[in-house]
């Protein structure tokens, strides 16, 4: 068998969908696996030993591209794929397996591209309870099964794994000049997503502090547009290092990894390094666990559950962010101790 994935756009879907590639190889042991993704996520993919490559995608956000999209279909129908399973539920993803001519095309339904589908399937909340829940994880192991398994709508969730580089680690530790003789604890201030995710600057820069004076060097972890926060939670604090920037999507994978602890809002960093190994705390203020929760079995949640919580809003209606202040800087040092 052999199966075409088109893939999310964000860090943490990308990761989430590792599951869906470790149910396909225990039910169809031997499928090759190809993974069509934007190119900012290939190293992630290439830690994912389930995938035989990742392709990058040739559009943009927003952009349909279609001179490039048609020859990379053309060169893409010469692999012969099987099936194409259409994780995202934009036209311009289902396009490229429908002009390669892949025989059966799997996706949700949407944006008018059902007709670039074999089997398209309409999204299927579940109720657990009072609560309806829609995980996201799920929704991609459902478009891995058949439409008779599919109306379940509830699965086993096999844990994503990436593969990790102990050279990498070291090289990437020396080059940082981070001490070799001190665990360390990593801190994820940012969210993509707004601020509704985010705990405050100042309770992770109480945190880093706390953390330091018990003897741990702390990594303040993200992408470059979190340096300012970095400096933030690091400025004047011995032991406590501002690593936003300064890093690639894969030695954040290596160096999490080496982490006794992550703590993290829930964002791509998040799902990274619940796939890494690390033990996570995650911190819930505008969204819920119940969607996207840490695919670990090692890991600890904290939220504070108000009556507007979960919103789903990138920014507090209200103005207060009650959600994420009242989780205090002693509620995280007890989680991670």
């Avoid at 190809?34 to 994912?48: F, K, N, T």
């Avoid at 820069?205 to 979190?226: H, I, S, T």
Wanted: hydrophobic share 40%; proline share 7%.
């Amino acid at each position: 068998m052999k199966v075409l994935v088109v893939g999310p756009s964000w860090v943490g879907d990308m990761v989430m969908a590792q599951a869906l590639f470790i149910r396909l190889q225990q039910e169809h042991p031997g499928a090759t696996i190809d993974v069509l993704a934007p190119g900012w996520s290939l190293p992630i993919i290439q830690r994912m030993p389930q995938v035989r490559r990742g392709i990058a995608a040739p559009w943009g956000h927003g952009k349909l591209n279609p001179r490039a999209q048609w020859q990379l279909a053309r060169e893409l129908a010469r692999e012969g794929y099987d099936k194409a399973i259409i994780l995202p539920r934009s036209f311009k993803s289902a396009l490229i397996p429908f002009l390669a001519r892949i025989p059966e095309r799997v996706g949700f339904s949407g944006e008018g591209r059902s007709l670039l589908l074999t089997d398209a399937r309409k999204r299927r909340p579940t109720r657990d309870g009072n609560q309806i829940t829609d995980k996201t994880v799920w929704r991609y192991l459902g478009l891995g099964v058949s439409r008779a398994d599919y109306r379940r709508y509830q699965f086993e969730v096999p844990f994503p794994a990436l593969d990790t580089d102990q050279a990498n680690i070291a090289s990437v530790m020396a080059k940082l000049a981070l001490p070799t003789d001190k665990p360390a604890v990593a801190l994820c201030p940012g969210a993509e997503y707004g601020p509704s995710k985010q705990w405050p600057l100042a309770n992770h820069r109480a945190l880093a502090g706390a953390l330091a004076e018990r003897g741990y060097q702390v990594w303040v972890m993200g992408g470059p547009k979190d340096v300012e926060a970095g400096d933030t939670i690091a400025q004047g604090q011995d032991g406590v290092y501002n690593l936003c920037g300064k890093t690639r999507l894969e030695d954040t994978v290596d160096l999490f990894a080496h982490c006794q602890s992550v703590v993290s809002h829930d964002s791509g960093l998040m799902h990274v390094a619940a796939a890494s190994g690390a033990k996570v705390v995650a911190i819930y203020g505008s969204t819920s666990p119940d969607f996207t929760p840490p695919l670990t079995d090692k890991a600890i949640i904290l939220r504070h559950p108000i009556e507007c919580s979960p919103c789903f809003e990138r920014t507090c209606r209200f103005g207060h962010y009650r959600c994420l202040t009242e989780i205090t800087v002693q509620q995280v040092l007890e989680a991670l101790a």
